[in-house]
Structures are given as C-alpha cells and as structure tokens.
C-alpha cells in the first residue's frame, strides 16, 4: 500500500483497487463498479430511499437524451453546463436534426413534462426523485469523487409557493446530513452556498460539505431552490383556488456515489478500507484458525455463529479457504470489513472467540455462549466510534484564528513545511465575487458553504479587510 500521508491520492487509487471495488474501462472517466463498490452504493440509496418516501416522494424515471433546445430556455443553465455536454449528434447512420445531450441534471427535460402534467392547485405538490445515472465530460477524473459519468438521485420538486418550497429545500439537506453522520459516519457542515458556486440557474444553492484526511473538502450533498426560474422558462402553470394562473416554485437536491469515495478518504488508513458496519458489504468475517482441519467442532461453532448472524440481518462470511490466517487478516482488513473473528482450537477449550475491530489495534477475548451479542455491541460502538474519530480530526484540523490573506498565506507555508495538512479555515467575507475569486487565485482555496452554525463569527473580510457579510469556511476540494 501507498502512505497515506505521503501521497494520499497514490494511497486512494492503490486502496480502491486492492479492495476490488472498481475497474477502470476503455471510456475514459468511467468506472465499472465491482460488486463490493456497488453494494455500498446500494446501502447509501435503500437507506435514503426510504426517507424520502417516509417525506411523500416518489420515484420515477426520465429519459438520458434532452433536446438541445431545452437548454436553451434557461440561460443560467446552459452557461453552467455547456463545457460538460457530451451530445449525440447521429443515429442509424443518420444526422439527428436535433443534437441531444447526455444529461447532466434532469431539470430541463423535467420541467417540460411538469408542464403538461400541472395545470390545477390540486396537482400540487409535485414530489418526485429519480434514481440515475448523468454524464459531466470532467477534464480530469478520480474514480467515485469526479467521474465522466456517475450514478446520483435527483429530487425535482413543484410547489405551489416559495414558502413551501423553501421547506421542501431544507428538508431534504436535513435529511442529507442525517444518512450522511448516521450512516456513512462523516461529520458534516451544512450551509448555504456563495452566488458564484450555486447550482446553475438557482435562487439559493444549501450545501453539506465534508472534510477528507488529506484535509481537502468533499460536497457532499446539494439542495436547491429554484424559485420561477424553471417555471417560468417551461410554463410550468397552475390554476388557484382563485382562479388565477400562477407560475409554480420548484426544487432540486442531489447525492451522488461520490459518497464513496468520501467513506474511503474519511476512515481509511495505511491497511486500507475502514468501512462503518452500517455500509459494508461484510459486517462480519469469521476465521479459523490453528490446525482447525482437524478438530471438525471448530467449524461446527463457526457454521452455529455464522447461521445466527445471518438470521439476525448481519451480513457475515466465513473464510475456510486454504490461505494463511495472516494472509486472511490482511485481506479482510484491506477490504474494511468492520469486525474479525478467530476461533481455534484453544479459544474453543477456554470457551471464546478473539474478536477485532477494524479501526482498532487490539484483539479481544469474547466469550462464545455471547458471542453474537458481542458481535452486535461492537457493530453499533465502532459506527459511533467512527463518527466521533471523524468529528475529531475535523476538529483539529479547522482553523478559526485566521483573519486575512496574508495569514492564510503563511499558513498554508507553514503547513507545507512541516508535512501538515492545512485543512479548513473559517473567516470573514465580505460578499464581493472579486474577493472570493482572489482568495482562489491565491491560494487555491475556495469557499465551501456558509455554515448555518459556525464556530465563530468573522467581522472582517480576510481578502480586502471590509465588515464581513458572511461568515465562511473556505477550503481546497476535489
């Protein structure tokens, strides 16, 4: 394995690959995703598809190729997404008279059909997700942070005023960093965006934003209000109780598998994946040991232990193949599987297991008539504990003493000679595009979200030294 600290990209590449998660194909910027990858974006999804439908959306699905004509309605849009279009152009051998793009987002081909299919304020609210896959033809790619396609959910939401709608945006941030802390173990700052990194033809882009071990930030989830806009430019119309035609409110909020590449660059380290158990594809992984061949009650306690994980819903294997336990351990530790455990012939004499926890360095002694309640126990300590390791890190590495860019400067310097990372840094911004874009020049880092709960407030821009609008954590990002 590659050193994290090092050169954490090496060390990312090395492990997803080495855990099998993914393959790279001949179409650059695209992955295949490996059953282990796949499974863990299959826990994310059941897990947010069942709160969304808990909140009344449904899911439905849209067609990939949109009309370059729909792009062309609203001005915003197209300026955000033209660099990105892959298009079609022909087919059956025939030019198209129209070029149809892959899609980026669904909202313009969504917005035409909401058209037709609201005309009354009883059609509304319209609460709608789709569950699919977009094409951002990125210049440079990472697999599952930047991929030239990825899967995502797309909520698409139609309501009949900005109030309503402006709760519909919230709620499901809300529920983004909830699945995010409780599930996949990552702390989360949630905020709202600066105009010049909101979603393309928003009103307000909310943001959750989340900080990696090689201290860079991940957005991790997007909710957006879209005001008329869309509306407007699809005649997207209902009629009121008071017989009037008014333009409906609509909103959009998006998680993509770039959330599995945030649990890998979260909790990783030097051995490999450290996956939260409520996401892994293995929970559990049970491992004779000593000359186990000869002594058939070993396999018949394991056959026991691992019929009742599987019937209390652990997702547990058994590894009886003929390789070395040490090359067993190691295997099982590089793919993150959460919890180990080895039975031989004397933990069998004393009546116990040794049980290991992935994230931790020793072993424990677990007595077998429990074992699967202690089994249970550490599943739910080692989630929390994941957590609040995570929190701790990003603690440390959150700086709120720097006030303009002379000091971020040093900082930065300084943290590049002594091999540290220079994580995040919360200061004051005055709410001037040409401040925000110097900072970026300048030291690369760029405005992740203004947090609705900030550790401190900033009374000073740390660019030109005005009254600050804003407080605001600034970072560098994948």
């Not at 989630?383 to 590495?397: D, I, P, S």
């Not at 400067?409 to 925000?436: F, R, V």
């Not at 030291?443 to 600050?468: D, W």
Request: aromatic share 10%; with cysteine; proline share 5%.
């Amino acid at each position: 394995m590659s050193n994290q600290k090092n050169d954490f990209s090496k060390w990312y590449i090395d492990t997803i690959q080495k855990a099998d998660l993914m393959d790279y194909t001949p179409v650059r910027g695209c992955i295949a995703f490996k059953p282990d990858g796949y499974e863990i974006w299959e826990h994310i999804q059941a897990e947010m598809d069942r709160r969304f439908k808990e909140t009344g959306h449904r899911n439905a699905y849209f067609p990939m190729l949109i009309p370059e004509s729909f792009f062309q309605k609203e001005k915003d849009h197209i300026e955000g997404f033209s660099p990105e279009l892959p298009w079609v152009t022909e087919a059956a051998g025939e030019k198209l008279e129209e070029r149809l793009a892959l899609r980026p987002t669904s909202e313009t081909m969504i917005g035409h059909l909401y058209s037709d299919w609201v005309k009354s304020y009883r059609d509304l609210p319209v609460l709608i997700n789709q569950w699919a896959n977009v094409f951002r033809w990125e210049k440079k790619t990472l697999p599952f942070i930047r991929t030239s396609e990825f899967l995502w959910q797309e909520g698409h939401t139609a309501h009949a005023d900005e109030e309503e709608a402006r709760e519909e945006t919230m709620q499901m941030l809300n529920i983004y960093k909830e699945v995010v802390e409780e599930l996949l173990a990552i702390p989360v700052y949630d905020g709202q965006k600066t105009p010049s990194e909101r979603f393309a033809g928003a009103v307000d882009t909310y943001s959750i934003e989340a900080m990696m071990k090689d201290g860079k930030a991940v957005q991790a989830g997007t909710s957006h209000y879209l005001g008329t806009k869309f509306a407007e430019a699809f005649d997207i119309k209902y009629l009121t109780k008071e017989n009037r035609h008014e333009f409906v409110h609509t909103t959009s909020w998006g998680t993509s598998t770039r959330l599995i590449g945030s649990v890998i660059m979260v909790h990783g380290d030097e051995q490999g994946l450290v996956l939260p158990p409520r996401i892994a594809p293995t929970q559990v992984v049970l491992i004779p040991v000593g000359p186990w061949k000869k002594n058939p009650a070993i396999m018949e306690k394991l056959d026991e232990v691992f019929a009742e994980l599987k019937a209390r819903g652990i997702r547990v294997r058994l590894d009886d193949s003929d390789q070395s336990p040490g090359f067993k351990f190691n295997e099982w530790e590089l793919k993150g599987v959460p919890v180990r455990v080895e039975l031989g012939p004397r933990d069998l004499e004393n009546n116990q297991a040794l049980m290991k926890a992935r994230d931790e360095d020793e072993k424990v002694a677990v007595d077998l008539s429990n074992v699967v309640e202690s089994i249970e126990q550490e599943l739910q300590t080692m989630q929390t504990r994941l957590l609040e390791k995570a929190r701790a890190f990003r603690a440390e590495h959150s700086h709120t003493h720097i006030d303009d860019l002379e000091g971020l400067k040093k900082h930065i310097a300084d943290s590049a000679e002594k091999g540290e990372i220079p994580g995040w840094i919360l200061a004051g911004w005055c709410g001037d595009d040409a401040c925000e874009e110097n900072v970026k020049e300048e030291t690369k880092f760029t405005t992740r979200n203004i947090p609705f709960n900030p550790p401190a407030e900033k009374s000073t821009c740390v660019n030109c030294g005005k009254e600050a609008k804003h407080t605001v954590w600034f970072a560098r990002a994948y």
